[in-house]
């Protein structure tokens, strides 16, 4: 009888591993290294450890197996090598243990009020009594000290199992960090992206976040080495996208969808927030004027297949409450609605997509 591979993995079909009672071909312990030179078979035999206990029985009846199912001719006996699975690396610590769900805010381009939504939903969010943390990653221009009436705060660090960390501050139920902590409001900060990472790395790892269920993130608008430092030292639960409705904000949506869904980054984007969706003056607020353009977010979101998250109106006096430190989601109005809308529509993003993980990889998502 000619010996052929598949002749002899069919054989290999009938041997069981009697830890899980599966055959040996389908537990994956059969290399791809079988070899036949006339009547000589030869190959390699793969366990999880070399302590095995079955490891001699499975080795004995793959050689009978062969010698029965295949061909008693076969030269087998003494001709399979046994050999041990490598050990999976050792999964890296999280800098961040105690967080349940990290949340990308982002944008394509500045100006569309990305640092206002990333602010206001994380009030939102503490409002609906979830433990919350808010990190301003913008380096180039930090503003949620500004948005929080925290500008001139100072920070102060406490000992915690021998390391020194950082107490963010916190105000209106938000733990707060920002690098507008760490440098003078009045100049620029002028680093390199190198040294801008550090600093990132240094708020996230060297920062008493304690336990949280949304740790939101303020990234820098744009594409940039910060966004993958960011992705590469956290493990991102999804991204949320800011846009106006213009064509030109739109444009840049698409390029920060498509980095976040890219190979490089490969982070789920839950949704995407039309900002300054209309203009409804205060005498008539029936009325809705579409300056910036009608729907381009909602287009946008049908097109790319992503959920729109919410549509955040125009109003003068979002602006005035950041200025004064007060975002608007701590009121109770039209606006600070569309932000708490906002924040359910994030939870119900993020509880979807726990629900398609593996049973190991959930994300229990408990309230105070």
Do not use: C
């Amino acid at each position: 009888m000619t010996l052929y591979p598949a002749l002899i993995l069919d054989a290999l079909k009938n041997v069981r591993y009697p830890g899980t009672g599966k055959n040996i071909v389908e537990s994956g312990m059969v290399e791809d290294d079988i070899r036949i030179d006339g009547n000589k078979v030869s190959f390699s035999l793969i366990f999880d450890k070399p302590t095995d206990p079955f490891m001699k029985s499975v080795v004995k009846a793959a050689e009978q197996a062969v010698l029965t199912f295949a061909s008693p001719d076969a030269e087998i006996r003494g001709n399979i090598n046994v050999k041990t699975r490598k050990p999976a690396p050792a999964a890296a610590p999280t800098p961040l243990p105690g967080v349940r769900n990290i949340i990308g805010v982002a944008s394509g381009k500045g100006g569309v009020g990305k640092s206002t939504v990333a602010a206001n939903l994380a009030v939102a969010l503490a409002a609906e009594s979830y433990k919350v943390g808010l990190l301003d990653a913008d380096i180039f221009g930090p503003s949620v000290p500004k948005m929080f009436g925290v500008e001139d705060q100072q920070l102060f660090m406490h000992n915690i199992d021998g390391r020194d960390l950082i107490i963010p501050l916190e105000k209106y139920g938000v733990k707060i960090l920002s690098i507008g902590f760490l440098v003078d409001k009045n100049s620029a900060v002028l680093w390199r992206g190198s040294m801008a990472s550090n600093a990132l790395r240094q708020l996230i790892e060297q920062a008493d976040w304690g336990e949280l269920d949304y740790f939101i993130i303020d990234m820098p608008p744009g594409t940039s080495d910060i966004h993958l430092t960011l992705v590469q030292t956290l493990g991102i639960t999804g991204a949320v996208i800011v846009s106006t409705p213009q064509e030109i904000a739109l444009a840049d949506a698409r390029k920060g969808i498509a980095m976040f869904t890219g190979d490089k980054v490969n982070v789920p984007v839950l949704g995407i927030v039309e900002n300054m969706a209309w203009f409804t003056p205060a005498a008539h607020p029936d009325e809705r004027y579409y300056i910036f353009g009608n729907g381009g977010a909602v287009r946008l979101a049908q097109e790319m297949g992503i959920e729109l998250l919410a549509q955040i109106p125009l109003v003068a006096a979002v602006g005035e409450h950041n200025d004064s430190g007060r975002p608007i989601a701590t009121e109770n109005t039209v606006t600070a609605q569309a932000f708490i809308h906002l924040a359910h529509s994030v939870v119900d993003a993020v509880d979807r997509r726990n629900a398609t993980l593996p049973p190991t990889q959930h994300v229990n998502v408990t309230k105070r």
